[in-house]
């Protein structure tokens, strides 16, 4: 069954999902402070203060009780996935686990949501224009593999305020527009939880960016990692054609064009880390935000600037993919990709080498 959209079904969606948000945010931050779970400066962070780290159960708890409200069935499976990310998240927040056991947990999260949730991609007909369909369970390796992908990359990009949870709400947002402008409308459940997040995410940055005096909150790994899956999700109910029976599916070619920016960063980081010899969870500051700030732009320009990069390819992979179709939107997003990894690849040598003559003449 789909559910046509209104304009005041919309505001309605986004106002409830950020009501909720911003609740839960007034609730949760004195008892994050009693439970010491904040972020505290010191390090490589250069905020002020102690900031609870409550963006995550904020937005949990607004999808919990979601159904309440808006009368879709409750899915319980992807919140059950989401809510294990949320408990590792917090743990992680308050006593630093193991980048291993995160990573257990974060393929045992996605599991949950592709076994229990349906999220299973089983169309591979990326680069021929066709439908090949893959089996069912290489579909869903596949998809568990792809989920805890888009879980990391917006869990490692988190690195200056507002950043995931704008290029989140960024996502969501072209998402719903080109399935609505494709279809018309969409099931209850596809509305409903993406128009929801959107409108929590906004309120969330809100309180992220200082716009409410003495109530910054960052998102936490707790945060960073369900906003990555539900994303994720999403991106594979709309790509897969299962938001309804006879609906056009999402171009699979536009889910790497709309998430280009976290997607290509964690990636190329990956690659970067690994020809260093180093873990590729460990901390640096050569992600994509912190190259911009090198060059002398501040956070929030920085923040700016990302933004718009990510209209640019999601712009340009639109018009790519309408005209040529996939084959050639998917090789000139690899050609993108590999463009950035060399570029990148030689600002991080550069910055090292000039890193190093620093210390030698200090």
Not at 76 to 83: E, F, K, Q
Not at 109 to 124: C, D, L
Request: aromatic share 8%; charged share 10%.
């Amino acid at each position: 069954m789909s559910e046509h959209l209104t304009l005041f079904s919309i505001i309605q969606t986004l106002a409830m999902g950020a009501a909720l948000v911003g609740l839960f945010v007034l609730v949760l931050g004195p008892l994050a402070l009693r439970l010491r779970l904040v972020d505290r400066p010191g390090g490589r962070k250069h905020h002020t203060g102690n900031i609870p780290l409550i963006g995550g159960p904020a937005l949990a708890l607004m999808l919990l009780t979601l159904p309440l409200f808006s009368g879709i069935p409750n899915p319980g499976w992807l919140i059950m996935g989401g809510m294990v990310l949320v408990i590792t998240g917090i743990a992680d927040d308050r006593w630093q686990l193991s980048a291993s056991f995160k990573l257990l947990v974060q393929l045992l999260a996605a599991a949950i949501a592709v076994i229990g949730g349906g999220a299973v991609v089983t169309n591979f007909g990326l680069f021929f224009g066709e439908d090949i369909t893959g089996s069912y369970v290489t579909g869903m390796v596949f998809s568990v593999i792809a989920l805890t992908g888009m879980i990391n990359a917006f869990n490692m990009i988190d690195g200056i305020d507002g950043l995931a949870a704008s290029l989140a709400t960024f996502t969501l947002t072209c998402l719903m527009v080109l399935v609505v402008y494709l279809n018309g409308q969409a099931t209850p459940f596809f509305i409903h939880v993406s128009l929801a997040l959107i409108g929590g995410l906004c309120a969330f940055l809100v309180f992220n960016l200082g716009f409410i005096p003495r109530r910054k909150i960052f998102l936490g790994d707790s945060g960073s990692m369900l906003i990555g899956l539900m994303v994720g999700v999403l991106l594979i109910k709309a790509s897969e054609g299962a938001l309804d029976h006879g609906q056009r599916p999402f171009p699979t070619a536009m889910v790497l064009w709309i998430t280009a920016v976290p997607v290509m960063d964690t990636v190329s980081l990956i690659f970067r880390r690994l020809a260093r010899g180093v873990s590729p969870f460990s901390p640096d500051r050569t992600h994509f935000h912190h190259l911009i700030m090198q060059a002398g732009a501040t956070p929030r320009q920085t923040l700016g600037i990302i933004l718009l990069v990510a209209c640019a390819m999601a712009g340009a992979g639109w018009g790519i993919t309408s005209l040529f179709g996939s084959t050639l939107s998917i090789i000139l997003w690899a050609a993108i990709f590999l463009s950035y990894l060399v570029v990148s690849i030689m600002v991080g040598r550069k910055l090292r080498k000039t890193a190093s003559a620093s210390k030698l003449s200090a």
